[in-house]
């Protein structure tokens, strides 16, 4: 009966592994379709999750509101200043801005920077586990949401849509492991890729030439190489500059733009 | 393995609770960094009072819930999550089960044998992208670390639902 019972036993195990090895097979085939019990279950969630994470960040901005409430008059003084600065650059800005279009215009050369429609949503949830970065938003198919849709905020980019389902979507944040972004320095103009997974929420600049002169302080953003995310768009600063192993090229630590971990609202990029 | 349909929508009731409240309440609570991996720790310590059976059948359930709710790819963490749970219900009738640091030690092993297969798993199929070492020193080490301090916790509270009759009263058949 022991010799018997442990048979059974093992077999049930296997019988599990085998059908659950099966079950990961079948859904890495999908790709970016969530399956129907996926999505119901995600779309039945949504508003239980939404009440409670709106809870959260009621209970988190009152805390913020009494705490930081003399920090704020101070920041208020500094942002009217600034604002009024960047008030008077808007109008040479503009002026360029219609220069460069009548020049591309008279050269026959197509807009550098495309215009985005952009469409609200709300962060519902994120990825508990230790492995992936990843939220749901509350807009999917039926608001025109599709997998590889960028998601943005007036900061900068958050990441990109990596499953969705008719009315919520999961985002892969650009922290993530599996994240990989053509990019380049705003000022050098050196190319390399964004990678997630690095320590602390921060990304990686990778397959930076030797001859790089990207710097501490300057502004990453999006390179248009690889077709996702558009030209200039911006990832983060740079942290630290490193020599890669054996030092064949150089890397670069990079900050995310945008706060990743306290997200409430985002913009999708749905055409341009 | 006595079945109890009460405690089965308890337990996943719990399950789907903890995992609600970790993405949207509790997201930012992290001790050095991490999250403690709550669902390991009920079907760690269910594992430990009941042995291979339940282990397994509630790695199964609760992995599949965490798969469906997260990122992650379904059937990825319900394969850690069952196998651990079978590995730690060989444990039970072999260990002394009200010693306080049972559960503790028991769910820090499980954990990284969890992250170990989970690695193994999930990466076989490119969705982890780190080395062994990375994921490792990032996810596996620090999450077996935090899980096992929450362990103790969670233990009581199963043992709490898995009460055996007492002398006097008629067993429970819930």
């Known amino acids: 009966m022991p010799e018997q019972e442990r048979n059974y036993k093992y077999l049930l195990l296997a019988v599990a592994t085998v059908l659950l090895t099966l079950l990961m097979s079948i859904a890495a085939k999908q790709g970016g379709k969530i399956d129907p019990t996926e999505g119901f279950l995600q779309d039945v969630l949504m508003p239980v999750q939404k009440v409670i994470l709106a809870f959260t960040h009621k209970i988190d901005s009152t805390i913020n509101y009494v705490s930081e409430i003399r920090r704020l008059g101070v920041e208020n003084e500094h942002l009217e200043t600034e604002l009024a600065q960047l008030k008077a650059k808007e109008h040479v800005m503009i002026e360029i801005w219609n220069e460069n279009v009548r020049l591309r215009k008279l050269l026959d050369l197509p807009p550098a920077m495309e215009e985005f429609n952009l469409l609200p949503a709300r962060v519902v949830a994120r990825d508990p586990s230790n492995w992936y970065e990843t939220m749901v938003i509350d807009q999917g198919t039926e608001a025109g949401v599709q997998v590889g849709s960028v998601v943005v905020t007036n900061a900068g980019v958050v990441g990109r849509v990596n499953k969705v389902s008719t009315r919520s979507a999961e985002v892969l944040l650009i922290s993530d492991q599996r994240s990989a972004i053509g990019a380049m320095g705003q000022t050098s103009r050196d190319v390399g890729i964004v990678k997630g997974g690095d320590s602390g929420g921060d990304c990686r600049l990778v397959y930076l030439p030797r001859s790089a002169t990207i710097r501490t302080g300057e502004t990453v953003i999006t390179s248009g190489l690889g077709g996702v995310f558009p030209k200039g768009l911006v990832l983060g600063r740079v942290a630290e500059v490193s020599a890669e192993d054996y030092g064949l090229g150089k890397f670069a630590r990079v900050q995310p733009a945008v706060d990743l971990d306290h997200l409430e609202e985002v913009l999708v990029v749905i055409g341009s | ?174």
């Open chain 2, 1 to 174: 393995m006595e079945f109890s349909g009460k405690r089965f929508l308890m337990i996943a009731g719990s399950m789907l609770g903890m995992l609600v409240l970790q993405s949207t309440l509790f997201y930012n609570l992290r001790i050095f960094g991490t999250r403690p991996d709550l669902i390991l720790a009920v079907v760690g310590s269910i594992a430990l009072l009941r042995g291979w059976a339940q282990g397994l059948l509630w790695g199964v359930l609760g992995g599949l819930l965490e798969d469906l709710i997260t990122g992650s790819l379904p059937g990825s963490h319900a394969l850690a999550k069952s196998i651990t749970g079978f590995i730690l219900g060989l444990l039970e009738g072999k260990v002394f089960k009200e010693n306080t640091l049972l559960p503790a030690v028991a769910l820090f092993v499980g954990s990284l044998i969890e992250g170990i297969i989970f690695f193994m798993a999930a990466g076989a199929f490119g969705h982890i992208k780190w080395s062994f070492i990375t994921a490792l020193r990032r996810t596996v080490w620090p999450s077996a670390v935090v899980t096992a301090v929450f362990a103790p916790v969670v233990y009581r509270l199963c043992e709490h639902l898995y009460e055996p009759p007492r002398f006097g009263q008629r067993g429970r058949s819930l």
